[in-house]
C-alpha cells in the first residue's frame, strides 16, 4: 500500500467572511466555530450583519490560528 502525503499549502485570503465560510476554512460545523470563538467576543468584536470585517477575521486567525494546511496570504 502507498500512503501519499500532500505537502501543498494553500494561502488563505484575509478578507470578509460569514461564520459558514469560516467554519468551511477550519473544516468544522457551524456550532462548533461559534464555541470556539466565543472566548474571544470580547477581542473580536460583534459582527456587522452576516460579515466579520477584514479586521475581526485578521484577529479570529491570530487568535486560532491559521486554518489547517494554510499560510497567510502576502
Sequence with gaps: MIISMSTERKTVEIKVYSIGELAALYEVSVRTMNRWLKPHLEKIGKREGRF????????IFDQLGLPKDFDRAA
Design 52 to 59: 466579520y470585517s477584514v479586521k475581526q477575521v485578521s484577529i
